[in-house]
């Protein structure tokens, strides 16, 4: 098969790593000759900067733009570099990108992503009722749109409780000091509503896989956490093999017809000894390339899928491999950073001699 071009969004890997970089290095095991063209909402998006980075890298407006200015700077990346697969990475871009299927579609462009009925049907607020349709728990939530309401909801639910924005961040609270602190930065960082959500106390374990959009999987891979940031995000983790946590992902991805990436964040209920579904994430992990590095590469699978070409198995991995994420320094030139944030092209790395 010819190998396409791909785009790819998300290419930060910072203090809290955003997943296309990492989906660029799965790609490259599979394709190493892959010509990868990063689209980034900041000029110092450190993912474009790295050895195995993309080819080039072209800035692209926020989804607050809208379509159009999204649809146009396409237009001109497009006829630069023909690629003709686009994988977007973030939660913030998913909707519009879905809404865009038919207009990328004409252009030749292809992703591989889930009807907006879908997408919908998984968002926080939606959980309750995924959960009841699929046999499955999540903890008990409730929507807050001011203040007021998520005092009301907190001490409904019982301290302590969690604060998340519709997109990103979650803050364990304590009493009502803490929660009008929480809600007042989630508002500002991610507007209404603001979910108050029931505190689990158990290990946290995700499941990362691949949904054909027919009801089934290609694949999953299950971790547990290990190691926290301060943020809450997966230092470390570790593959597990839990038969019940992958019925309940075959369940919802069943339910929801869902096609594409996604990642399914669980707490173990160390008192029921049960698995609650916090989030349903309709995009790569961060730690994509875990996988791809023991064998088993999802984004070279969304190729496949796209392409209708052969694709190697997706056999299951041994439980017990991990990960430690770990910063290095990545390097750049105040040229290339210059030509990024006053013209958004960078159409050639160069490496210092």
């Known amino acids: 098969m010819n190998i396409p071009m791909v785009a790819i969004t998300g290419m930060n890997r910072g203090e809290n790593p955003q997943p296309g970089y990492a989906v660029a290095c799965s790609l490259r095991r599979k394709y190493p000759d892959m010509k990868i063209v990063g689209l980034i909402y900041d000029a110092m998006e450190s993912g474009i900067f790295a050895t195995d980075g993309p080819d080039w890298a072209y800035t692209i407006p926020y989804p607050t733009a809208g379509s159009k200015a999204l649809l146009e700077r396409l237009d001109f990346v497009k006829q630069r570099h023909d690629f003709s697969i686009l994988i977007p990475t973030l939660d913030t871009e998913m909707e519009l990108m879905i809404k865009l299927q038919p207009e990328l579609e004409s252009r030749g462009i292809q992703s591989f992503l889930p009807s907006l009925e879908s ?102 891979c299950s971790v547990r956490k290990t190691i926290l940031s301060s943020k809450g995000k997966g230092i470390s983790a570790i593959i597990v093999q839990e038969p019940r946590l992958e019925l309940i992902a ?39 390339d875990f996988p791809s590095a023991l064998g088993l590469n999802f984004p070279a699978q969304i190729i496949s899928l796209i392409t209708q070409s052969a694709s190697e198995p997706m056999n299951p991995l041994s439980p017990g491999w991990f990960y430690l994420r770990h910063q290095v320094e990545t390097i750049g030139s105040i040229s290339q950073l210059s030509q990024l944030m006053t013209e958004g092209i960078w159409e050639q790395k160069r490496k210092p001699q």
């Open 250 to 288: 075959n369940r919802i991805i069943a339910e929801l017809c869902w096609r594409g990436p996604f990642e399914l964040e669980f707490i173990h209920d160390e008192l029921s000894d049960s698995y609650k579904l916090i989030e349903m994430n309709p995009r790569f992990p961060a730690w994509v």
């Open 119 to 220: 997408f919908q049907n998984r968002a926080k607020s939606q959980l309750p009722k995924l959960c009841e349709a699929c046999g499955c728990q999540t903890p008990l939530t409730k929507l807050a749109r001011d203040l007021n309401e998520a005092k009301d909801a907190a001490d409904a639910i019982e301290y302590p409780v969690m604060i998340k924005g519709q997109f990103y961040d979650a803050r364990k609270v304590q009493n009502e000091t803490e929660l009008t602190r929480a809600f007042q930065e989630t508002i500002h960082d991610w507007g209404t509503p603001v979910l108050v959500q029931e505190s689990i106390s158990g290990a946290e374990l995700n499941v990362m896989g691949v949904g054909d959009g027919l009801g089934g999987v290609t694949g999953l």
